[in-house]
């Protein structure tokens, strides 16, 4: 059992600044071994032929045996790997772990099967079947990646439509001429699935060396496996450092108060954030539509929301990119009602010539400390993922347009001109430069180690002539983010529940985060078949509700002039629309927490029509509130329906199988 403060600090350091055994998305030339202790060797192996890069191959050597972590892309690879294994130690490899299933991180397992008989190939249950029912038609699918690489190079434009550049039309050109030597290794393959499963957790004794290997939830696939030396303090992973390390350190924490043997540890920040914005959506919609009573609705709107429930549940970084990008939308707001108090205050009986007097663009707005606040909480999502800088965008726009708005109405001579050479420089310190501040400031703890994940890239990459003075960490720093980001615009294998962002609203393809099914007698089931899920299927009424909604927020926002339409709909810019523009990529419909939201918000603004304001006929509130207290009901009721599949309850399968409405949800 790991024990202690150290213990849990350690890891989460190693959590936060990646580490060396992930997949490397960018160029690797040349082999490379790096000693991490005693024992204990990483192997970073050269790009294949047809360019495609390999996974990385760890090996630790017990007093007793050998236990390997993935078995990279081409057999080549592995018999060389296998070769300097043999010169390390006699000692037989026992275990193989394969820390996912994808090809390039298990391709090998055969050559290994062959050169140590009685070899254990380890993985998660998810990992296990995903291989055994994708891998092997790999062999087969192969030859068509030549095909797309060709079609793709003959029309000059990439898979989003861009035209390639002279140095792109030359990459394609080598992974074609690559595609004949790698099909060739492949044709000798004899592919061999995982054969020693588990569950959350399995624990390993090479001698005199204990190896942890844990499941703590879905990360890049359904079964993503961890490596842990609780002696040694080494973490391993497998395609997980495609992110910044803010929701890493957020999971870590849990994981340090309660250990990292308790699922509720590395759920707690997650669950904690959950929890906070229920309130947060509450006093936002409070501020946003004048009424308490709209307020109390949005909060209960939300709590009984399954996909939010969903994620509140589970260690996953979506939800903290949500919960942070809706903080800085909830500073927005009162930085807007604080800056039009200042403003009308400055200008409160002034006629015209008071107004003149004080200048063609009018007062300042003074100190905006939520406007500051805000760009915080951006840098802290963007931290945590990317794609927060989606909502920077569009926020940003988004706060300029209503001081733009705010100085018209006070009557400002010049507002167009005042809000581009008076608000948007300041917008752009507080809100842009904040933001790239925090972002960098997060990184700390990758600067501080030695062994984070190319962390002396430099040290072999020499700076180009006019560069030398950029500090080595520097480079590496950037080279890492160059990887990142040719991780994710390459990202484009198929899998089973990759999704269109056009079905995300209409919960067109849920994604199912866990599924067993327990046969008789097996974890409670009392009938011949049962499933145990967690189904991260939105409350259907207000998913479909907020896809009619969207369509008269777009009406009150164009036509009505409603700020509040307008800024409902930003939360849909920042969150949703953007993955438009990646639909080729591999993305998942859970994706949408981070707009979940918005589409609450959406949901609750057409009910606020209903009821109307405190003038409204006394007829037309009983019918608003009559509407708002049905639409609750059906929520809460259809949230109780979904439950069991939201929490992983055994439960038969006709019963299941009723709530997957479409077969598009299985």
């Known amino acids: 059992m790991l024990r202690g403060r150290e213990s849990a600090t350690l890891l989460l350091l190693a959590l936060l600044v990646s580490n060396v055994f992930a997949k490397d998305s960018g160029k690797t030339l040349e082999r490379t071994v790096v000693k991490l202790a005693e024992g204990i060797y990483t192997i970073r192996h050269k790009d294949a032929p047809d360019t495609f890069p390999q996974g990385n191959t760890t090996v630790i050597i017990g007093d007793r045996e050998v236990l390997v972590v993935d078995s990279c892309y081409l057999p080549s690879s592995a018999r060389e790997d296998i070769a300097e294994i043999r010169r390390w130690t006699n000692k037989p490899v026992r275990y193989l772990v394969n820390t996912h299933w994808h090809f390039d991180h298990t391709m090998g397992n055969g050559t290994y099967w062959e050169a140590f008989p009685g070899l254990n190939i380890v993985a998660h249950i998810e990992t296990a079947r995903q291989s055994s029912g994708y891998n092997p038609g790999w062999f087969e699918r192969f030859p068509k990646r030549g095909d797309r690489l060709k079609q793709i190079l003959e029309a000059g434009k990439d898979g989003n439509g861009k035209v390639l550049t002279e140095g792109e039309r030359k990459e394609y050109q080598d992974a074609i001429a690559g595609i004949a030597p790698v099909q060739e290794e492949f044709k000798a393959i004899v592919d061999r699935s995982p054969n020693l499963t588990f569950d959350s957790e399995m624990r390993i004794d090479l001698g005199n060396r204990e190896v942890r290997i844990m499941h703590l939830g879905r990360g890049n696939t359904a079964g993503d496996a961890i490596i842990f030396l609780p002696k040694e303090k080494i973490l391993m992973t497998g395609d997980l450092v495609v992110h910044p390390p803010v ?171 005042a809000w581009l050479v008076k608000d948007t420089p300041l917008a752009l310190l507080w809100m842009v430069g904040t933001t790239v501040v925090v972002y960098c400031l997060s990184w700390w703890g990758w600067f501080a180690t030695e062994i984070g994940y190319n962390r002396h890239w430099a040290d072999t990459h020499p700076a180009d002539p006019g560069w030398g003075w950029v500090p080595d960490s520097v480079r590496s720093w950037w080279n890492y983010h160059a990887q990142i980001l040719e991780f994710h615009t390459h990202l484009t294998s198929d899998h089973p529940y990759k999704t269109n962002p056009w079905s995300w609203l209409i919960q067109g393809r849920p994604t199912s985060f866990f599924y067993e099914g327990p046969k008789q007698g097996e974890q409670g089931c009392l009938v011949e078949s049962c499933s145990k899920a967690i189904s991260s299927i939105g409350t259907p009424s207000i998913w479909w509700g907020a896809t009619l909604a969207v369509f008269v927020l777009l009406f009150m926002w164009a036509l009505r002039r409603d700020w509040r339409a307008g800024a409902i709909l930003a939360g849909f810019m920042g969150g949703y629309v953007p993955w438009f523009l990646l639909g080729d990529r591999t993305i998942y419909s859970f994706y949408a927490v981070a707009f979940v939201p918005y589409v609450v918000l959406a949901c609750v603004y057409v009910l606020g029509l209903f009821i109307g304001g405190p003038s409204a006929r006394p007829v037309r509130r009983k019918v608003g509130l009559g509407i708002t207290g049905a639409f609750l009901v059906l929520e809460i009721v259809l949230f109780a329906f979904f439950w069991p599949i939201y929490t992983a309850q055994v439960v038969p399968y006709s019963f299941w199988s009723a709530h997957m409405w479409f077969p598009s949800w299985i």
Not at 364 to 393: D, E, I, N, Q
């Open 247 to 417: 929701g890493k350190w957020l999971i870590g924490w849990g994981e340090q108060l309660f250990g990292i043997d308790n699922s509720f540890g590395w759920r707690f920040a997650v669950c904690v954030m959950g929890v906070l914005s229920i309130f947060m959506i509450g006093r936002a919609a409070r501020r946003l539509f004048g009424s308490s009573l709209l307020g109390t609705v949005a909060a209960l709107v939300l709590a009984f929301e399954g996909h939010h429930f969903v994620h509140s549940r589970t260690g996953l970084l979506d939800l903290i990119l949500m919960f942070w990008a809706f903080a800085a939308f909830c500073f927005l707001l009162i930085d807007r009602d604080q800056s039009r108090k200042i403003l009308a205050r400055k200008v409160a009986g002034l006629d015209r010539a008071g107004l003149t007097a004080l200048g063609p663009w009018g007062p300042s707005t003074g100190w905006r400390p939520w406007r500051l606040a805000a760009g915080v909480c951006l840098g802290l999502a963007c931290g945590t993922k990317w794609s927060g800088a989606y909502f920077l965008v569009v926020f940003g726009l988004m706060t300029v347009l209503w001081d733009m708005g705010a100085r018209r109405a006070v009557g400002i001579t010049r507002w167009k001109t």
